[in-house]
């Protein structure tokens, strides 16, 4: 009986941790997504402050042509890693979503490039709503620094509303407005992950030390 209990215990045990690495990859997976957004939200914004010699229009063809590579990048994904033999594994649909996002930005990219900056903001307040999700995790985790990230993602979300809401008369001010906040929003988002993946990392090792220390008692 008692051979019987600790094959299923480890036959559990092992189905658990696959879970759980399977868990991991696509956390891993969605931070490197949000990890290269904010990459490129770096690269536009000293593009558009450094080098004026590149239009507001290439920038655009950029942006959809690295949704559209992702959203491929995302599909082909799914497949080999059989993630249809998953439940809640959503990677062929969000890479369809971006791929038409993508197809249609290079084909409206004149559209776009009218309205750039607000597409930008819209891409900010986005940027803000998963850092507000990232603050929130840290306080799950029971940090005492998520109180900071949380004030500073609540003045990056007025600063994303203030560019949606475009209130200035000034359109270079406007512009200049908007890319610095990009900028320091896209190097916000890079800190943010790096701290919040070392804090989720010492989290599971504690969690994994007090579970062997119950089984061992």
């Given at each position: 009986m008692k051979i019987w209990y600790n094959s299923v215990r480890l036959l559990y045990r092992r189905e658990e941790r696959e879970i759980k690495m399977g868990e991991k990859r696509k956390n891993m997976f969605n931070t490197v997504v949000v990890a290269l957004i904010a990459a490129v939200f770096i690269l536009v914004s000293v593009l558009i402050l450094f080098v004026p010699q590149i239009e507001i229009k290439d920038?655009?063809?950029?942006?959809?042509?690295?949704?559209?590579?992702?959203?491929?990048?995302?599909?082909?994904?799914?497949?080999?890693?059989?993630?249809?033999?998953?439940?809640?594994?959503?990677?062929?649909?969000?890479?369809?979503?971006?791929?038409?996002?993508?197809?249609?930005?290079?084909?409206?990219?004149?559209?776009?490039?009218?309205?750039?900056?607000?597409?930008?903001?819209?891409?900010?307040?986005?940027?803000?709503?998963?850092?507000?999700?990232?603050?929130?995790?840290?306080?799950?985790?029971?940090?005492?620094?998520?109180?900071?990230?949380?004030?500073?993602?609540?003045?990056?979300?007025?600063?994303?509303?203030?560019?949606?809401?475009?209130?200035?008369?000034?359109?270079?001010?406007?512009e200049k407005y908007t890319c610095y906040v990009l900028l320091a929003d896209g190097i916000a988002t890079i800190v943010n992950i790096g701290y919040l993946r070392f804090r989720i990392k010492a989290y599971s090792n504690e969690q994994e030390e007090s579970v062997e220390s119950l089984e061992e008692s």
């Open positions: 920038i655009c063809y950029f942006c959809c042509g690295a949704v559209l590579v992702l959203g491929i990048y995302m599909i082909v994904r799914y497949f080999l890693t059989e993630g249809y033999q998953r439940l809640s594994e959503y990677g062929f649909s969000q890479g369809v979503l971006f791929v038409l996002l993508g197809s249609c930005g290079l084909v409206s990219a004149d559209a776009i490039a009218s309205s750039f900056l607000t597409v930008l903001g819209l891409a900010l307040l986005l940027s803000g709503v998963i850092k507000l999700q990232y603050a929130l995790d840290l306080k799950f985790m029971k940090d005492k620094a998520w109180i900071g990230f949380f004030a500073v993602t609540i003045l990056f979300l007025v600063c994303s509303v203030v560019s949606v809401l475009k209130p200035f008369s000034d359109k270079t001010f406007y």
